[in-house]
């Protein structure tokens, strides 16, 4: 079973800063099949990006993914106040699929 | 518009069961495998249980294996979560995604959720 460890578990930000969250596999889960996702309070969580680094629809291009094997990043690129949320990356490479622990972007 | 509803959820004893539903609209449902995904409060998400479009294949996570039991009706685009032996330690809100793969796949449309509590 492969765990994922996301870090940091919380990101204090401003409106327009970068963003750099952390996602590690506990097994090399290849190059394509990773996903993130942003959850805001009550709400239930959307995806994304998927196949690593594929916006999926409507997502802005401030969002972008990257990485293979064990570690895997998503970037905000200059946040807004809509980004603040927290975000789940998940590995579907390698059943059971697995969801990270979770990262909070709250505003500084 | 894609549509997924979840309903059934609400506070029940230990060892009782509970039938969670999830109504769809908006898409073709048999082009999609199925899945039961779970939140407990303030904690992370969990996969817990899948689908195939014709129910041709199905997964458990190890935690609800033996207890609980996923099944579809295509003809109503419904998907349905039977649990028995409840613990509290399934006290979360349970989601219904889809996904176009069954096994490895990620989750594009979710439901809104549904929250069961289990508590004596």
């Known amino acids: 079973e492969i765990v994922l460890t996301q870090s940091p578990d919380t990101l204090s930000l401003s409106p327009g800063d970068r963003a750099t969250l952390s996602c590690k596999a506990s097994?090399?889960?290849?190059?394509?099949?990773f996903a993130w996702y942003q959850q805001k309070p009550g709400q239930a969580p959307r995806l994304l990006i998927y196949?690593?680094?594929t916006r999926a629809s409507g997502v802005p291009d401030r969002f972008s993914g990257s990485g293979s094997g064990t570690d895997f990043t998503l970037t905000i690129s200059r946040l807004e106040r809509e980004d603040f949320a927290v975000y789940y990356c998940?590995?579907?490479?390698?059943?059971?699929?697995?969801f990270g622990g979770g990262s909070k972007v709250e505003i500084k | 518009e894609v549509q997924l509803v979840e309903s059934g959820g609400d506070l029940v004893q230990p060892g009782r069961s509970l039938r969670l539903s999830c109504r769809t609209s908006?898409?073709?449902?048999?082009?999609?495998?199925m899945h039961w995904v779970r939140q407990a409060p303030r904690k992370g998400l969990e996969w817990i249980s899948s689908?195939?479009?014709?129910?041709?294949?199905?997964a458990y996570a190890d935690s609800v294996r033996g207890r609980f039991h996923i099944s579809r009706d295509n003809a109503r685009n419904s998907l349905y979560l039977q649990m028995r032996d409840l613990r509290p330690e399934d006290t979360a809100f349970y989601y219904c995604?889809?996904?176009?793969?069954?096994?490895?796949?990620?989750?594009?449309?979710w439901g809104q959720g549904t929250l069961v509590t289990v508590s004596s």
């Open positions: 196949g690593v680094s």
């Open positions: 998940q590995q579907y490479a390698v059943s059971p699929l697995a």
């Open positions: 097994q090399n889960v290849g190059s394509t099949y």
């Open positions: 689908v195939s479009w014709n129910t041709g294949s199905i």
């Open positions: 995604t889809r996904s176009i793969w069954f096994g490895t796949s990620f989750f594009d449309a």
């Open positions: 908006g898409f073709t449902f048999d082009d999609y495998a």
